[in-house]
């Protein structure tokens, strides 16, 4: 075996040329990350024993045998072109660390241009938001961890990726006084359930956020109507789906990414539907593709959405469009 003379900078090395080999573009970062993962160091202590023999490894726990092999796992998975952040099972979003897995998609740093709209134009910390296809939770945990919300509700088809939601806002939030309340049952839709269904035990101190499954709004149990909206649904057309890069063509959720024929299935229906579920003056944030500005504000104008606008990520380009629920006539659609 090599084991003996290895050293932590070789290996990250060898790594990094596999990597490389494999077509992925920052191999050298990769292979590092996920040396550090699988010895379970951080940056100080790799920077001080890198070139040390593996076996001389001081900070690590685990057997360095044992490390090495749990590293070049990682970099054979990686290199079959498996996400970085499902291998590491974390990104992190809005300063925060979230859990991943192969069933949500990967929170993207372009979500964080809405997160942080929200945060600026709703000061109003009372009102009851809504976030719809929450995935791994990463918008609406991180608006109740940074917006200090106090009725937050998440929804989504798949059941696994409420798991991964819920787990998240229990590792988040739970902590500082958050009631997190899971029904992942089949709620029959419109079941009159009071708003607090579910709910035992005292007050809390921060808030509840709740976590619902099923299709957009029909996973929600009627009750008092919301004054945020948000969503990320899945938007790409379905036939670009084949020419995205390997990690998101092959690993994340077909069903986190696919907005059938034009993109716009989901915004559709969101745009369509969201009136009646919102209080008079209440505001809606969707995250878009840079090209659908136009097309989704076209929908919001359509189900009579007002001051609706356009704002763009760090790059420059389209990403969220906020329409504001005309007050007064809630109901009205198509005006
Ligand atoms: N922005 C994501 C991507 O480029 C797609 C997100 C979505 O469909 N909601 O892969």
Redo the contacts with the bound molecule.
């Keep these: 075996m090599d084991g003996e003379m290895t050293t932590l900078r070789r290996l990250e090395a060898e790594g990094a040329a596999a990597l490389d080999m494999a077509g992925i573009g920052e191999a050298r970062l990769d292979a590092h990350r996920l040396l550090l993962a699988a010895f379970g160091l951080d940056e100080t202590h790799y920077l001080l024993e890198r070139m040390q023999p593996v076996g001389l490894n001081v900070s690590a726990e685990a057997d360095p045998r044992d490390s090495t092999n749990r590293y070049r796992e990682m970099i054979s998975r990686r290199a079959l072109r498996i996400p970085l952040q499902q291998i590491l099972g974390e990104q992190e979003f809005m300063g925060l660390t979230f859990y991943i897995n192969a069933h949500t ?1 990967i929170p ?1 740093q ?1 979500t964080e241009t809405l997160v942080e709209l929200v945060l600026s134009e709703q000061k109003d910390r009372g009102g009851r938001l809504l976030d719809l ?1 929450t995935g791994s939770g990463c918008i609406a945990v991180s608006l109740a961890a940074k917006g200090g919300y106090t009725d937050v509700t998440a929804t989504d088809l798949s059941s696994e990726a409420l798991a991964v939601a819920e787990r998240n806002a229990r590792m988040l939030l739970a902590e500082s006084g958050w009631r997190i309340v899971s029904d992942d049952s089949d709620l029959v839709p419109d079941a009159g359930l009071p708003p607090e269904a579910g709910r035992t035990g005292p007050a809390p101190a921060k808030g509840i956020f709740r976590l619902f499954r099923g299709d957009l709004f029909t996973a929600l149990p009627r009750g008092p109507r919301y004054d945020i909206i948000v969503s ?5 057309p379905t036939a670009m789906i084949g020419g ?1 890069q390997p990690e ?1 063509r092959d690993h ?1 959720p077909r069903m ?2 696919d ?1 059938a024929e034009d993109g716009l299935a989901f915004y559709r229906r969101i745009a369509a539907q969201a009136p009646e579920w919102m209080n008079p003056g209440g505001a809606i944030y969707l ?1 878009i ?1 840079c090209d659908q500005a136009a097309a989704v504000s076209a929908l919001l104008a359509e189900a009579g959405f007002a001051d609706i606008e356009v704002f763009n990520d760090l790059a420059g380009l389209n990403r969220v469009v906020r329409a504001l629920h005309r007050t007064g006539c809630p109901e009205t659609v198509g005006l």
């Design positions: 998609l993207r372009d296809c990320n649904p899945p938007y790409i995205l998101v994340e986190a990414l907005g995250e593709g």
